[in-house]
């Protein structure tokens, strides 16, 4: 059961994004941020700004190849919170980043500035087509906004109970296999439509955790007082049995900077952020198996 300890650990739901903002040092160009771990095993090609690699297209004066250049610095070197806990770089959110300004392009290229500049004018901001503080913030709360509202818990006559085959942790009992009604219709959806395309190795999209009720949550919180209402969700949306936590490669539910990097790249997470949303689920940005049904 340390699986389910750690995704009830680590399921956070209360994100003050307002608070913190920037370190007061802004952003260190002179110190290069954390290379991610990149040595998955079952992965999509690099983008090149990933792998280190410069496009060749930054290469002129205009100000959207110094935005470009600019990018490729601050993926790994902007500092940023989020809640009250230090980031480094924006390259653990490029996929989902991509996904919201539509643009498949690398992201030291002028394109993605182009593209970035584009979502940046809708959205109020500065077009400066550079990945700076302002624009993660305002691009987490846009994903915060899209998460699930209702956090209302759900009652038993509204759950279902997953055969063992689809969990990834096929000993988990029953009544931690549980999970809302219209939220597993649409998941087997999903799931049907990954298989389709190619997209499932092992156990991924296997199911981690749905369903956890607010006794045995508060169990958890007796047993590991440590973890404080920062690591261990008050209100989870668990309760709602409408948030699944997916298996995307790597150490399940770990939040560490590498272990996202490699959960990032596996096609099964790309392919969920290019088409969850078409069956109803929201990605949480900070964890990439937790997915919510939002309808
Ligand atoms: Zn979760």
Not at 10 to 39: I, K
Not at 70 to 77: C, F, K, L, P, T
Request: net charge positive; charged share 25%; hydrophobic share 40%.
């Amino acid at each position: 059961m340390i699986v389910s300890l750690l995704v009830s650990l680590l399921c956070v739901v209360a994100v003050a994004l307002a608070g913190g903002r920037l370190s007061p040092n802004g952003e260190n160009h002179a110190t290069p941020g954390p290379r991610a771990n990149l040595t998955a095993a079952v992965v999509e090609p690099l983008p090149a700004s990933v792998s280190g690699a410069v496009n060749t297209t930054i290469n002129d004066g205009s100000a959207l190849a110094q935005a470009a250049r600019e990018n490729a610095v601050r993926q790994n070197d902007l500092a940023w919170t989020f809640g009250k806990k230090e980031q480094r770089g924006w390259y653990l959110y490029v996929p989902l980043i991509s996904r919201l300004i539509e643009t498949e392009a690398d992201i030291n290229s002028v394109e993605f500035a182009t593209a970035l500049a584009r979502w940046q004018r809708t959205n109020g901001l500065a077009p400066s087509g550079i990945l700076n503080g302002d624009t993660l913030y305002r691009m987490m709360e846009t994903w915060q906004a899209r998460r699930l509202k209702d956090r209302t818990p759900a009652r038993p006559d509204q759950l279902v109970t997953v055969p063992t085959s689809e969990f990834y942790d096929s000993s988990r009992p029953d009544n931690l296999r549980q999970i809302e009604r219209a939220t597993y219709a649409a998941y087997k959806r999903m799931l049907a439509a990954a298989a389709a395309d190619r997209v499932i190795e092992g156990h991924h999209l296997k199911i981690i955790s749905a369903h956890r009720s607010r006794e045995y949550q508060d169990n958890l919180r007796r047993k590991e007082p440590q973890a404080g209402s920062a690591g261990l969700a008050i209100n989870s949306p668990h309760f709602t049995g409408r948030a699944i936590d997916l298996y995307v490669g790597g150490e399940p539910v770990e939040t560490k900077d590498a272990n996202r990097a490699l959960q990032i790249r596996t096609r099964a997470y790309r392919w969920l952020v290019r088409h969850a949303e078409r069956f109803g689920f929201r990605p949480y940005p900070y964890e990439p198996w937790h997915w919510e049904y939002v309808g």
